[in-house]
């Protein structure tokens, strides 16, 4: 199966199931490889023989981006369909080696997340305003990036009013002009079903199947190893909205999903995913506010 058959399949799933990021490198069983080639969970039975539960072990998916290069070439899927006898996916590759027309990614690519300030409660986006407060948080958290002495490749900002203004204040903090882009697709949502449910935020059926999407199509956009022609590290920074931060911790660290509701991000939280060549993902802070003074720090 090619690669762009591959990506098509993979947003008509996520567009009926919620998420699909699980399907693409098992789709490889289809191609030849075997359950114990690929072998994706683990079942291991609780040692009290009275509890009939098991633990679900799922091993890291290196191609969850489709970026890896193993896994990206046609012609490395043509071979793969006759090595079927290959125990290993690895001895795979040993025998058949690498594409030496693949170049693969040397750099790490930093995302810093930043949630917005806070805002007035309304019915319609357009008053959403930050208040008073919102704008110290987001003029401080400016001040702190600006102390990180990073340069940030660019700056993308959710079209959402609060977001807007958070991206603003942020930007005037910074001693650095940075490029700055927005996109709708970071706006604020229902990004996955949650469970443990909540007693107080309860989107219905419809919300999840039409949010989802467009927050998982901001996951891909965003959040993915460097390309291969990217020669040095990178930083970006993006500032969104707490669901859509915890989503992509959540999906990013290969977690399950129904689990982002139960992380908490303050207003200007900084998460900090750094995304190594390799595909390997590492979390360096989930929702800092140690930039924010104690009377300064709200979540809602």
Known sequence: MTFSRLLALGGFTTALTGSSFAYYRYNLLENGVTTADCKAVELFEDDDESSPTTVEKKRW??????????????????????????????????????????????????ILLVRHGQYVHNDKDCFRILTDLGKQQSTLTGERLKSLGIKFNKMIVSTMTRAQETGG?????????????????????????????????????????????????????????????????SHDLLVCHANVIRY???RSLQFPLEGWGRMSIAHCGLTWLSILPNGRVSLRGLGDIGHLPPDLITYS
């Not at 896994?71 to 058949?96: G, H, M, N, R, W």
């Not at 650095?176 to 449910?197: N, T």
């Not at 999407?213 to 956009?221: H, L, S, Y």
């Open 248 to 250: 992509f911790v959540c």
């Open 61 to 110: 998916d290196d191609n969850w981006d489709l970026r890896n290069n193993r896994f990206a070439s046609s012609s490395q899927d043509t071979i793969l369909k006759e090595k079927v006898e290959v125990p290993l996916l690895d001895a795979v590759y040993e025998t058949i080696g690498s594409c030496p027309s693949e170049p693969k990614p040397t750099a790490t690519r930093h």
């Open 169 to 233: 204040l942020i930007a005037e903090a910074l001693t650095e002009a940075v490029e700055k882009d927005y996109c709708s697709l970071l706006r604020e949502g229902a990004p996955y079903p949650i469970d443990p449910k909540s007693s107080v935020w309860n989107p219905n059926d419809r919300t999840y199947f039409k949010d989802n999407p467009r927050i998982e199509g901001a996951f891909r956009k965003y959040i993915h190893r460097a390309d291969p022609k990217q020669i040095e590290d």
